[in-house]
């Protein structure tokens, strides 16, 4: 039976470039996991897409003086062209800024107001007089209370890294004018989270058999030590999503109350823009469905206690009001939050370009080389780095020497020496061609990893599923070292035969194993094979319209049927030219590269 399967990928922030931490921390992760559940043929959907709003992306536009509108539309093309290039296969990758995600987001507000779990409260705001507005934390300065550091933000010190309350920040000034703001009260709306801790603290226990205990330790272990406290879900802001009620024209809803809500309101446009308006509750409104959230350790907070607690709080009233049907809106079935990637023994930082980004390392290196390194080398349980001679070497070693040549090889011998065929023996016909113990002991053991990478995949174990599939095709090596077909040939045709095409029927089976990882390759390797019908449908834009303007979408337009099974390479099938996979790299590109860094 199909499952359907919701691929929920962080949301990019519109004020920078997406780096190979990021690719590594969730969008890769995220597509593996999608293209091996659509090569299963379950039902998948994943979404995600640039989140428009919030003062990371105003300050953006300040400092590169142009409109907010034109920033975060700059950074989003970006993005969009990354994911084409690298393969990240969204079914839908929107903005926050569309009509839809308003209309969704002020929905799922307005239900958690009525269900009771919404008050307002007066706090102190910076305000500046000059400007005639509150301004927003990140947009004044000061000297830290705790250290006395000169350039603090007002709600963090980046010098003692302390979290800051910002109406006790000395001296500060504004970020707009250099003026002196002065502190006003100002009313926000919470999100009494208080309210919610036991339904929270319920729904982590619930899947804590499956979550990653340093998922665990950030989400329900902090929850039962220290609870779960009201958080203001209001700023006041101009650029954002409006807040729904009379008389809070001049403030919008804060961005990672909205942002979250992008995972729902991205598969409702996905449905819609689809001709199907209903689609997206086949995974929104369905209790077998599972949804798997793939996003950077930073953001665990949001995901495991702030998402389900709003969809916890709306379900049944967003529901009734948005579809008019009565059921609960889907949970995480599992958050796989990766840990952090550091570049060459130190912290990823774009301001400093400490940093190898995505588009740029694109232009020197094939997008599969870069998923091999970023997927053996991911951030699953502690932090990673990403070393160039560490990459160079895989690349050469592993990727290159025990699977690329391992494909390129067997494949051109049998090009040559059989006209361009798999080599033909037996009687033909539906018979199973008379192989060899060794033989069928090779195709038992690849036949195998079927279930063994799969069981890994499942449990978004990437890693390991990739570290498997090595083995699985060096173990295709070690038998090709024994039977040895270049020599037997000029002996035993027969055998050699036999040999050849035992390998081939590996290689065929290993092509899929690879595919969710490799995409790139595995298709063209498909196509070595003769095969007609592709692994992987196509990823095109389209340009949407709405109230707010236009905005550009990717998506993805899949292939259907079963394909995460053994290959059945029938003997004297036709073949097509075979080529390498894979570029062996100098050793030169690592000290380049490093040279690149900090610059
Ligand atoms: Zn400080």
Redesign the pocket.
């Known amino acids: 039976m199909p499952k359907n399967i919701l691929i929920a990928i962080a949301w990019p922030y519109a004020n920078a470039e997406i780096h190979v931490g990021n690719i590594t921390g969730s969008h890769l992760p995220g597509d593996i996991v999608a293209r091996y559940h659509r090569l299963k043929g379950d039902n998948v959907l994943m979404v995600s897409g640039t989140d428009s709003h919030g003062t990371p992306v105003t300050i953006a536009a300040d400092k590169e003086g142009k409109s907010v509108e034109e920033v975060y539309k700059k950074y989003h093309n970006g993005f969009i062209d990354l994911f084409q290039q690298i393969g990240i296969t969204f079914d839908l990758f929107t903005t926050t800024h569309t009509e839809n995600h308003f209309k969704v987001s002020q929905s799922i507000f307005l239900a958690l107001k009525e269900n009771g779990f919404l008050y307002t409260r007066n706090s102190m705001q910076w305000y500046s007089s000059s400007a005639k507005k509150f301004l927003p934390d990140r947009y004044v300065e000061g000297t830290?209370y705790?250290?006395g550091?000169l350039g603090?933000r007002s709600d963090q010190?980046e010098?003692?890294g302390?979290v800051l309350e910002p109406e006790k920040l000395i001296n500060p000034r504004s970020k707009i004018d250099g003026s002196t703001p002065e502190l006003r009260e100002t009313e926000h709306f919470y999100l009494d989270l208080s309210k919610q801790e036991p339904d929270v603290i319920n729904f982590l226990r619930q899947r804590s058999t499956y979550m990653r205990e340093t998922v665990l330790g950030e989400s329900l272990r902090k929850i039962e030590a220290e609870g779960l406290k009201a958080r203001p879900i209001t700023r006041d802001l101009d650029w954002g999503i409006p807040v729904p009620v009379e008389g809070w024209d001049d403030k919008r809803l804060y961005v990672w109350f909205e942002a979250v809500i992008g995972y729902l309101s991205a598969a409702v446009e996905w449905a819609r823009i689809s001709g199907k308006p209903e689609a997206w509750k086949d995974w929104w409104v369905n209790p077998s469905a599972h949804a798997f959230y793939f996003i950077g350790k930073d953001n665990i907070f949001f995901h495991t206690a702030m998402w389900p607690a709003e969809l916890m709080g709306a379900g049944e009233q967003f529901l009734q009001v948005f579809a008019e049907e009565k059921g609960k809106l889907t949970l995480p079935f599992d958050v796989p939050a990766n840990q952090f990637m550091n570049l060459e023994g130190q912290k990823i930082s774009g301001s400093r370009n400490w940093a190898v980004w995505g588009r740029d390392a694109l232009t020197r290196y094939d997008p599969d080389a870069l998923r091999y390194y970023l997927t053996i080398n991911m951030p699953e349980n502690h932090d990673s780095d990403w070393d160039w001679k560490e990459f160079v070497f895989r690349n050469n070693g592993e990727l290159v020497a025990t699977w690329g040549n391992l494909a390129n090889r067997v494949l051109t011998f049998c090009y040559k020496h059989w006209d361009g065929h798999v080599p033909a023996f037996g009687t033909g016909g539906d018979e199973p061609p008379p192989l060899r113990p060794a033989d069928l002991e090779l195709l038992a053991a690849i036949e195998a990893g079927f279930q063994s990478v799969g069981r890994e995949l499942e449990a978004v174990h990437l890693r390991a599923a990739l570290q498997e599939t090595i083995r699985l095709a060096s173990e295709v090596n070690k038998y090709l070292d024994t039977s040895a077909p270049w020599f037997e040939i000029r002996t035993d045709k027969e055998a050699a035969a036999k040999s050849v095409y035992t390998a081939l029927k590996a290689i065929d089976s290993l092509k899929i194993l690879f595919a969710p990882f490799l995409p790139f390759t595995s298709e063209k390797l498909n196509g070595f094979f003769g095969n007609e019908t592709p692994l992987f449908g196509e990823q095109y834009t389209e340009t949407v319209n709405d109230s707010l303007g236009e905005h550009t979408v990717l998506r993805y337009r899949g292939v259907n049927g079963l394909l995460w099974k053994p290959s059945d390479l029938k003997p004297g099938a036709k073949l097509n030219p075979p080529g390498p996979l894979f570029k062996k790299l100098e050793e030169s590109v690592i000290e380049e590269e490093r040279a690149r860094l900090g610059r």
């Open positions: 830290c705790i250290c550091d603090a010190c010098k003692c302390n």
